[in-house]
């Protein structure tokens, strides 16, 4: 026991005493919550508006007043013919144009249509708002996030893809070090069982990931103004659950490279690429090709990101999350296992 | 009883054979050396004696346990210093200490005894990070962490590689008092003088032992490699332009009598901390020079000024006639650079490399032909041509690595530790070829921790303390500090450094 305590003071030196890599991983979390919550987003906001009119009707006049009014759209010029609205947009100074037909009363959206996924939204946000509260014959109703913010899609995003990194990325890296520096085969010749340096190797990150974890979630409630709507106790709990397979990965990461830096070639490409593609993180699984979607099956942020969606922002109860907590839960058994097995008590 | 028994060990690592049938017995209380070139299987032996690896046949005992079903056991008894200091960079001296004395479940108080003789040099430093010690203070605090267990046995492997002579005194010293205490000592070492204060020695060569016994009779059976007939003390001096015009083109700014190398009051300072402190000396063209010093004397650093690296704080130098403060771009070109750790590019092959290093200086493709022809077959190397050369003996890297630092005939090459771990008769043959290229008028500028290669000099210095405490040759020092050899000149002065432990 004395000796496992020695062991985490050591190694919670070496995490202190490094000042740089101290600064990275508290200063990640932190500006990739602020770059999604408020840079990199896909909301609607601002969009620059060409209103196409000959002479308005008072319902088209009507129309416009509430597109000027709503924030999504800036109204920036007012023009006669729809030729006209299509150069300014060719111009690269409107992004849409709405064109009032004069006599039927219909509504023509000409859009710019180079990033399909914010002109579909440009046009669904522009149907609604000249369509006007009372006459729209399709009526939506947004769940969970009514105003459609993107941060609430970011936030258990980025958690996943954070806790995977710090913990797997720094564990193997800090057992490879001492590989590297020749430390490890004092440690190994020494009586102390070789579980407990892992085991005390992982404790100081594990830590250091629930602290990133307190750290995120505080700004995405105060900073982003995102709800946590589920129970907290479970938040935590899934995310230690998946900070654990976290570390048995880079565990298993560190006991296949030899030199510091394939450790963070390995969990950088190897864990890191599938987890912005594959989980879900950017790009919704369910529209993957078949070959991806089974690929992204036992990619585990997938599990945690999905199940962090339910907990926080839908706010469910733990039942509603337990296949993904299961499936986690299977997932950190066999890694772990795999790597207490491959973690050598000699050189080979 | 033998404290430690070897029969019948072999380990190959894929096709490469590490140890061929290696059996060995050590008694106990003795001091044991292993010896042998790098790449012998000397820490493939020490990895087998303390149970990290597994012999593929034959059998290993250490205090009548063996290696592979008795691990636990072993490790209890065991005091292990790997080739590369063990220590945590970032930990204090202290906390070092504190950490491997918990690891094998005692403490620095009760394992105090055992360590005294030695902490107590290192003890002032106690706060200081083990990264910021200088070599032989990291040495000693690595036997401290060894030793903190009262460990019966004692595995060193090449505890004094790249430590001064003054701090491998030292440390032997500190193994004779341990050796009193009854500790058995395996230890490997490239020093001569080192070899000669075991009790026995084994004679490791390509995994299999050529011969085991005490040293005078293992450095007499092997005396073509271990004491090869002196090199002849040819008579460089100053060429005449007429029989050398390579050297006399690339060394035309230089001039007919103006030093290679000149340097006046020559100051580096890092902070408050006078790391060179006003050195002048000159090196003639053609001249092998030897520049030794003690860990942290401040060679590194001179080294790095006159090599266009670095600026210095302040005084001036010229190297090959260009200003080692304005024209170091021309200083680069013209010089030619090996150190130990950077030479060669090891997945690339011989002719590879050559070309590469040749394009670097700018020589013309057909020019590089031929002389790399003329190279390989200078070197007998033809054969080798396409080899990677990573597959070569360390010995052979080496010459190449000089070769191909003087390929593009520079004014002068700078050799920083060029010939560690080989034997010393793969040493003699390099330090032909620098001979051979001092003859051609190449100003050859080498430091050194093997005191022997020192004699070869024909002209040293010796930094003590960031000054050149003494320069001539190496007969005029003998005579000036009347020591009997180079090894006794240094450590009479370097003994006298204040700053060289910290």
């Known amino acids: ?269 190897v864990l890191l690429m599938p987890v912005v593609m594959l989980s879900g993180m950017l790009f919704p699984v369910e529209s993957m090709p078949q070959v991806l979607r089974w690929v992204s099956a036992i990619v585990p942020p997938r599990y945690y990101i999905s199940a962090m969606r339910k907990l926080m922002i839908m706010g469910v109860g733990i039942r509603e999350v337990a296949r993904e907590v299961l499936i986690l839960m299977l997932m950190v058994i066999v890694l772990l296992t795999i790597a207490l097995k491959k973690f050598n008590t000699r050189l080979e | 009883m033998n404290i430690i028994e070897v029969n019948g060990v072999s380990k190959h690592f894929g096709r490469v054979t590490a140890l061929e049938n290696v059996s060995l017995s050590i008694s106990r209380g003795e001091v044991f050396g292993i010896i042998g070139p790098d790449g012998a299987g000397k820490t493939t032996l020490y990895r087998i004696l303390c149970t990290l690896l597994i012999p593929e046949t034959g059998r290993a005992t250490v205090e009548g346990f063996d290696t592979v079903s008795q691990m636990k056991k072993i490790r209890r008894r065991l005091g292990y210093m790997p080739g590369r200091f063990s220590l945590y960079q970032d930990l204090t001296v202290e906390e070092n200490l504190k950490f491997f004395a918990t690891l094998f479940g005692t403490s620095v108080e009760a394992g105090y005894d055992s360590i005294k003789a030695i902490y107590r040099q290192i003890e002032r430093f106690r706060n200081r990070k083990a990264g910021a010690l200088s070599g032989g203070m990291k040495q000693k605090l690595a036997l401290c962490c060894a030793l903190v267990h009262s460990p019966s046995v004692l595995l060193l492997d090449e505890p004094t590689t790249g430590v001064d002579p003054v701090s491998r005194k030292e440390f032997w010293e500190m193994l004779a008092s341990l050796r009193e205490r009854g500790i058995t000592i395996v230890a490997s070492t490239p020093y001569l003088d080192e070899v000669r204060q075991c009790d026995r020695v084994a004679f490791l060569e390509q995994g299999r032992i050529r011969g085991t016994g005490t040293p005078e009779n293992i450095l007499s059976e092997f005396k073509d490699i271990f004491n090869p007939p002196p090199l002849s003390l040819c008579k460089t001096g100053m060429p005449t332009s007429a029989d050398d015009n390579i050297a006399a083109s690339s060394a035309s700014h230089a001039g007919e009598d103006a030093p290679v190398i000149e340097v006046s009051h020559l100051v580096k300072t890092f902070g408050n901390f006078r790391a060179v402190d006003d050195i002048s000396f000159s090196v003639r063209q053609g001249e092998i020079f030897g520049f030794l010093g003690a860990n942290g004397a401040g060679k590194t650093t001179a080294m790095h000024m006159l090599t266009g690296l670095n600026q210095p704080t302040s005084g001036s130098g010229r190297v090959a006639g260009f200003d080692i403060r304005t024209e170091y771009e021309q200083i680069k070109r013209h010089i030619g650079y090996m150190s130990q750790r950077f030479s060669l590019y090891e997945d690339l092959t011989v002719s590879e490399n050559i070309r590469l290093f040749a394009g670097i200086y700018g020589m013309k493709s057909e020019e590089i032909t031929v002389k790399s022809r003329e190279l390989l077959r200078r070197l007998k190397f033809e054969d080798h041509k396409d080899d990677l050369v990573k597959s070569l003996p360390l010995g052979w890297k080496q010459k190449l690595a000089f070769s191909v630092a003087i390929f593009h005939e520079p004014g002068v090459v700078f050799l920083d530790e060029p010939t560690g771990g080989v034997d010393p008769a793969t040493r003699r043959q390099f330090w032909e070829l620098i001979y051979d290229a001092a003859r051609r008028g190449i100003t050859v500028f080498v430091t050194t921790h093997y005191m022997d290669e020192a004699e070869y000099c024909n002209r040293i210095s010796i930094m003590v303390d960031g000054k050149i405490s003494a320069i001539g040759t190496p007969a005029e020092l003998k005579q000036r500090f009347q020591q009997p050899d180079m090894d006794s000149v240094f450590t009479y002065l370097a003994r006298r450094a204040k700053r060289s432990s910290d």
Not at chain 1, 37 to 52: C, H, K, L, Q
Not at chain 1, 98 to 107: D, E, Q, S, T
Request: hydrophobic share 55%; proline share 4%; with cysteine.
């Open chain 1, 1 to 269: 026991m004395k000796q496992f305590v020695s062991f985490i003071i050591k190694e919670s030196k070496h995490i202190l005493r490094d000042r740089r890599t101290m600064l990275i991983l508290f200063g990640m979390p932190i500006v990739l919550m602020l770059l999604f919550g408020f840079a990199i987003t896909t909301d609607v906001r601002n969009v620059r508006t060409v209103v196409v009119a000959s002479p308005l009707s008072a319902e088209s006049r009507q129309a416009v007043g509430r597109l000027a009014a709503s924030e999504y759209f800036t109204i920036t010029a007012t023009v006669s013919t729809p030729q006209e609205a299509e150069l300014l947009i060719r111009g690269q100074r409107a992004d849409m144009a709405v064109v009032f037909a004069p006599k039927r009363g219909g509504i023509q959206f000409i859009v710019d249509g180079s990033d399909p996924n914010m002109a579909q939204q440009w046009t669904a946000y522009a149907a609604q708002v000249t369509a006007g509260p009372q006459s729209s014959a399709v009526n939506t109703k947004m769940l969970y996030n009514p105003q459609m913010r993107s941060a609430y899609n970011f936030v258990p995003a980025i958690m996943g893809m954070l806790l995977m990194l710090v913990c797997a990325m720094m564990t193997s890296i800090s057992i490879v070090r001492e590989k590297e520096k020749g430390t490890m085969e004092v440690l190994l010749v020494s009586p102390v069982r070789p579980l407990m340096v892992v085991v005390a190797k992982a404790v100081p990150y594990l830590l250091l990931a629930v602290l990133i974890l307190v750290l995120i979630l505080l700004m995405a409630r105060f900073v982003l103004g995102v709800p946590l709507a589920g129970s907290l106790f479970w938040i935590v709990a899934v995310s230690i659950l998946y900070i654990l397979l976290a570390l048995s990965l880079g565990l298993l990461i560190s006991s296949l490279a030899q030199t510091q830096l394939v450790a963070l070639l390995l969990s950088a490409m």
